[in-house]
């Protein structure tokens, strides 16, 4: 085969690979969107097997970030991280704040039990966790914690259940919401191709929190470059979302 065919196979099979990606995530977004809902993100993460190391909290370079901007916040006595995992990010706060108390729930038994698990090994005595779904969290009360807050939680709740989502977030909070999410950030768009094609979902939060009852300031910003060692959809759509209450 002449270098010439070649490429030109080489190009051919990149087409057909990318048109059978298209038709994949296509099928993905139709099915979670119309049919599945959230179920498929919950069912999934509810079996995914949570690491349990001693040292889970220094790992990621946007946990700090996450804790300087909660700062901003401060003086503040509680928080609530709701989709806490592992409990990474609650033992860099729990580190960072020793004088406030830290809450955090995820739908995940293991998740809870791996956090159980790192929050007494890390020696942590402020920060305490639960089973519970992010829209609903009856065992809090109306105005229960200052600062309530989301990492890459609520790029797993889809439109079915969004808005009440974020409706019990605002319940909750006494102060402000931060969220470290995906953003859709063009105006007017309707963000179709963004809600399927990495398989998350990117939400207009500039919209969602506008239409909540007690939310009177709403900023949005890209986060920096490289914060996420992940790469993919967070250089197009990370975002840190604050909201005063």
């Known amino acids: 085969m002449s270098?010439?065919?070649?490429?030109?196979?080489?190009?051919?099979?990149?087409?057909?690979?990318?048109?059978?990606?298209?038709?994949?995530?296509?099928?993905?977004?139709?099915?979670?969107?119309?049919?599945?809902?959230?179920?498929?993100?919950?069912?999934?993460?509810?079996?995914?097997?949570?690491?349990?190391?001693?040292?889970?909290?220094?790992?990621?370079?946007?946990r700090g970030f996450l804790a300087e901007r909660v700062g901003k916040l401060a003086p503040f006595e509680s928080l609530l991280e709701v989709g806490c995992g592992g409990g990474a990010n609650l033992v860099v706060l729990a580190r960072a704040y020793p004088g406030a108390?830290?809450?955090?729930?995820?739908?995940?038994?293991?998740?809870i039990r791996a956090a159980e698990t790192v929050l007494s090994r890390e020696a942590i005595a402020n920060a305490a966790v639960f089973v519970g779904r992010a829209e609903d969290l009856r065992s809090f009360e109306d105005k229960s914690v200052d600062v309530v807050l989301t990492d890459a939680a609520l790029m797993y709740v889809g439109p079915d259940k969004i808005t009440r989502t974020i409706s019990e977030l605002a319940r909750v909070a006494r102060k402000g919401?931060?969220?470290?999410?995906?953003?859709?950030?063009?105006?007017?768009?309707s963000g179709l191709r963004r809600y399927w094609y990495y398989a998350h979902w990117v939400h207009d939060y500039t919209r969602l929190l506008g239409t909540m009852l007690g939310v009177k300031a709403i900023h949005v910003e890209r986060l920096p470059p490289g914060l996420w060692s992940s790469g993919g959809g967070?250089?197009?759509?990370?975002?840190?979302?604050?909201?005063?209450?």
């Open 3 to 62: 270098v010439r065919m070649m490429k030109r196979w080489l190009r051919t099979s990149e087409r057909f690979y990318r048109a059978l990606q298209r038709v994949y995530y296509a099928g993905l977004f139709l099915s979670e969107r119309y049919v599945l809902g959230t179920k498929l993100h919950e069912l999934l993460w509810q079996v995914r097997w949570f690491h349990q190391s001693g040292t889970c909290g220094d790992c990621d370079s946007h």
């Open 101 to 111: 108390r830290f809450y955090g729930v995820d739908i995940s038994a293991r998740a």
């Open 177 to 189: 919401l931060i969220f470290n999410e995906w953003h859709l950030f063009e105006e007017g768009g």
């Open 234 to 245: 967070w250089e197009a759509y990370g975002a840190l979302i604050e909201a005063e209450l």
